[in-house]
């Protein structure tokens, strides 16, 4: 890299090391932040740099969204966005809007937020809304900007972006491409933007590094007024895309390893949760990500260890990520696994093409890939549901946030207004989302209501002696039958 820089460190770094100040193209005091497509990712980052004090406009084609954002409601369900989205609207900081026009003649900084869905035709991430927002917004460009890509692509976007960026942009104003990845987690996203547990800046020039330490000036002194450090890690495009997609593949991994330990505990009798305890005492394998269940799922994981994988193997190095092959295989392995259970509670044979469930009223609780989110993409509940469904079982489902997403995603099964409602008469009841309201229900409640008293617990979240004590046949993954 060909101007001073610190490859780690944690910021504000001391005065005399931070990037020379630069005046905004728009001669704003503080840059002016664009985020270019407003579902999870750019929504929720819009909001909370309004609330950082930045001047913000988010930017989507959907014209419904917009109307809904500017009219203060939040399109997906995530703890404190809303009243953070009402107050700095209140405030005048935040607006949305569906013209690229607009856009460009506001913004200083323009964030890629769209997304990078995985194709219909494999294994590979779509970078088609990467493309529209970036030809739709350059060529409006009549100063100097930084367009700074957060969407999780394959590693050499960023240099394609910079490609797009010089063929559609006027060529005389010098604009500049970076990429800084995004690490939040759905239920924890404001604070995961607030107070985020490092950043990463993939960049080529001083100016740009400038730029999103301006950028980011918000985060490091709420940072500095609660006496905490951000790690800053600022490295080349290749690296900053590469963390984020190695940073899922491991959390992946790490997942699908406790569940194949889950498969061997199944198969000599031992118990996963006490396992995983036991190992992650170890500071050098850590306690968490280590819940057997039923797999991982959401908007991530899933798509972006398949996506790395195929790029990979168009780098030439599909060899080194061969195992994440078998992340996901044991991932898909564990929801087949909650079937065979149910036959086994039911008392029905198990053949080779499944069992036969008919006549059997089966409640899922949970529709959500995980709970505090309305998200069912790729859930590994809905994907259960469906296959519970398929077996001839009638299925009802009760999720307290997802039930529109789930009617969509899987209309073949019944819906139920409450808890209450998807567990009477049931034959069988299948924990998959590890809901509050699950986790705590009173099995006494619930038992008087069902018609058989026998329960899976997808996510090995349930107190089992509490179960087990108010007469339920009870079965966890990876753990003994009690
Ligand atoms: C993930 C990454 O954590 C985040 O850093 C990245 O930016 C986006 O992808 P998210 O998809 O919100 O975030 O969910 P996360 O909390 O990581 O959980 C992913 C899945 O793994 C869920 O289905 C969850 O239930 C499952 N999981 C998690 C387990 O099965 N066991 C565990 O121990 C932890």
């Not at 856009?103 to 035709?121: E, L, N």
């Not at 800084?180 to 080529?204: H, I, T």
């Not at 999103?212 to 940072?223: D, I, P, S």
Request: glycine share 10%.
């Amino acid at each position: 890299m060909s101007f001073p820089y610190s490859p780690t460190q944690a910021y504000p770094p001391p005065q005399a090391q931070q990037p020379t100040p630069v005046v905004m193209p728009s001669g704003a005091q503080r840059p002016r932040l664009t985020f270019i497509g407003t579902g999870y990712l750019g929504a929720t980052y819009a909001i909370c740099f309004a609330e950082l004090g930045y001047e913000v406009l988010g930017v989507d084609v959907d014209e419904a969204k917009i109307a809904k954002l500017a009219a203060g409601e939040v399109p997906i369900h995530e703890p404190g966005l809303d009243e953070l989205l009402r107050r700095n609207l209140a405030a005048g900081r935040l607006r949305f809007s569906t013209d690229y026009r607009e856009a460009a003649d506001f913004g200083d900084v323009h964030f890629i937020c769209v997304g990078t869905p995985q194709r219909p035709d494999g294994m590979s991430a779509d970078l088609s809304y990467v493309e529209t927002a970036v030809t739709s917004l350059v060529p409006h460009l009549t100063r100097k900007a930084l367009i700074v890509g957060k969407s999780t692509v394959p590693v050499g976007t960023a240099e394609w972006v910079e490609q797009l960026v010089g063929k559609h942009a006027p060529a005389e104003l010098g604009v500049e491409v970076a990429w800084s990845p995004e690490f939040l987690q759905e239920g924890f996203a404001v604070e995961d933007v607030l107070r985020p547990n490092r950043l990463v800046l993939g960049l080529k020039s001083a100016w740009a590094h400038s730029m999103l330490f301006a950028a980011h000036k918000g985060v490091f002194e709420l940072a500095v007024n609660e006496d905490r450090e951000v790690p800053v890690v600022v490295t080349d495009f290749a690296t900053a895309e590469l963390v984020k997609v190695a940073a899922n593949a491991f959390l992946a991994t790490k997942i699908s390893f406790i569940n194949a330990m889950a498969e061997v505990c199944e198969a000599s009798g031992a118990d996963v949760s006490q396992l995983a305890r036991a190992i992650g005492y170890d500071d050098r394998i850590g306690k968490k990500f280590l819940r057997a269940g039923v797999g991982f799922g959401g908007g991530c994981l899933p798509k972006d260890i398949r996506s790395f994988q195929a790029r990979a193997q168009e780098l030439g190095a599909g060899e080194a990520l061969r195992f994440l092959h078998e992340v996901d295989l044991i991932n898909q392995r564990r929801r087949g696994r909650v079937v065979q259970l149910a036959a086994e509670l039911l008392g029905r044979p198990y053949g080779p093409a499944g069992p036969d469930l008919s006549g059997m009223r089966i409640a899922v609780l949970g529709a959500t890939f995980k709970p505090n989110t309305d998200d069912v993409r790729d859930s590994p509940a809905i994907a259960v549901a469906r296959k519970l469904a398929r077996t001839g079982a009638q299925v009802g489902v009760y999720d307290p946030q997802g039930m529109e997403n789930a009617k969509r995603d899987l209309p073949e099964v019944s819906y139920a207004q409450s808890m209450t409602d998807v567990v009477r008469d049931a034959d069988l009841v299948c924990v998959l989302t590890a809901w509050e309201e699950f986790r705590y229900a009173d099995p006494n409640v619930l038992g008087a209501l069902v018609n058989g008293k026998r329960v899976i617990d997808g996510l090995n979240c349930l107190d089992q002696p509490l179960w087990t004590a108010a007469g339920w046949e009870f079965r966890g993954m990876g753990r003994p039958n009690p």
